[in-house]
């Protein structure tokens, strides 16, 4: 990995890298994520969940932190408007709504319905 990182004349930043390792619960309770890995000469902590291209991605794979954090900018940014109704149009709304809902569609695409129950459901 650290010759990959050299040739394409990318540096590894320490500091914001993270590990998962991927697999059921009953996988992960075997792997000791206590211990660091080395990627380029640095330590690498392993983490329960990265975020990658504005996906949470955590160790199950079950997408609910990545369902939470959408969920949450849904939240912030429908609140406003309602203190601008007579201003919006639901073309408007939608689309402030919409673009969060379908980033990386294919990505929670089995999880969509229960994404969008859950936006709806939280006032």
Same mark, same amino acid.
């Given at each position: 990995?650290?010759?990959?990182?050299? /040739?394409?004349?990318?540096?590894?930043?320490?500091?914001?890298? /993270?590990?998962?390792?991927?697999?059921?619960?009953?996988?992960?309770?075997?792997?000791?994520?206590?211990?660091?890995?080395?990627?380029? /000469?640095?330590?690498?902590?392993?983490?329960?969940?990265?975020?990658?291209?504005?996906?949470?991605?955590?160790?199950?794979?079950?997408?609910?932190?990545?369902?939470?954090?959408?969920?949450?900018?849904?939240?912030?940014?429908?609140?406003?408007?309602?203190?601008?109704?007579?201003?919006?149009?639901?073309?408007?709304?939608?689309?402030?709504?919409?673009?969060?809902?379908?980033?990386?569609?294919?990505?929670?695409?089995?999880?969509?319905?229960?994404?969008?129950?859950?936006?709806?459901?939280?006032?």
């Amino acid at each position: 990995m650290s010759r990959w990182f050299t /040739e394409n004349a990318l540096l590894l930043n320490p500091t914001k890298t /993270e590990a998962v390792v991927f697999g059921t619960s009953q996988r992960l309770s075997q792997v000791n994520k206590s211990q660091c890995v080395w990627v380029a /000469e640095a330590h690498v902590q392993f983490t329960d969940a990265i975020k990658l291209l504005a996906v949470m991605l955590d160790s199950t794979l079950s997408f609910d932190k990545h369902i939470i954090d959408v969920t949450r900018s849904c939240h912030y940014h429908i609140c406003p408007m309602r203190h601008i109704p007579p201003l919006l149009t639901k073309a408007m709304a939608v689309s402030i709504a919409g673009c969060r809902l379908d980033y990386c569609n294919s990505v929670i695409s089995n999880n969509l319905c229960h994404l969008v129950y859950c936006v709806l459901c939280r006032r």
